[in-house]
């Protein structure tokens, strides 16, 4: 069996604030040494449930948070930027399974840190179905063929990832209070709780099917100001939606959608506040 994990900041236990997700801010170190933790919760257990293969792609912020010195020896580390497929760069339909660790809340919704891919965003579709950065994702590895059996997070993203995908398993290691609160288990019971829940995912994946994108997807993308709508529109074939600030883009495929979806937020985060 081969497992490819993307994994994030913001959903892992005790991370509940920028202080400890942005690489200038005092609880940084703290962040990278509980995400590694987690991750090597994640893959020991994968490794122990049988797979031959852990591919491991670090997709947070500048995407080199995770500590390779301290990974599973045995897991494969994709790190750094400029990755064509972000977060899901290095999937393709040679892996049996996807699991999203370190997960959270798409924007505008309850839970903590919740955003969508930049803090410009307010809201982003797949033609009339509202998306987070799960959704997005889950797309991608449908395309593939492959399905995403476990996401570990708050208790929102665990509601998210339900309500998209039946069956999959949900690792639930803090539950939210605030956007910058939450109750969290200590990194020994939410180590505990990876390990059973990989474990049960592994087990069950084949109740899990791919989340199977739509055929010549219509990417939409609302953005908190009107500037942003101006930079993302840069990119050919797009358009704003008068009297909106939405930018929309017809993609011939999901995987176009995608990098679409990563120029017109680059682009965005341009915008000059003041």
Known sequence: ????????MEGITGLVDPTFVNSSMQHYTRGQQLMTDEANHVIDAAFQAGCREVIVNDSHSKMNNLL??????????????????SMMQGLDASFDAAVFLGYHARASMKGVLSHTMIFGVRHMYINDMVIGEFGFNAYLAGYYGVPVVMVAGDDEIAKEAEALIPGITTAIVKEQVSRTSAVCLTPHKSGRLLREKTAQALQNLEKVKPLTPPDNPLLRIEFANYGQAEWANLLPGTHIEEGTTIVSYRAKDILEAYKGMIVMTELAMKTQFC
Do not use: Q, Y
């Open 1 to 8: 069996m081969k497992l490819f994990m993307t994994v994030d």
């Open 68 to 85: 390779i010195e301290k990974l599973h020896p045995e897991a494969k580390l994709i790190s750094g930027n400029v990755k064509p497929f």
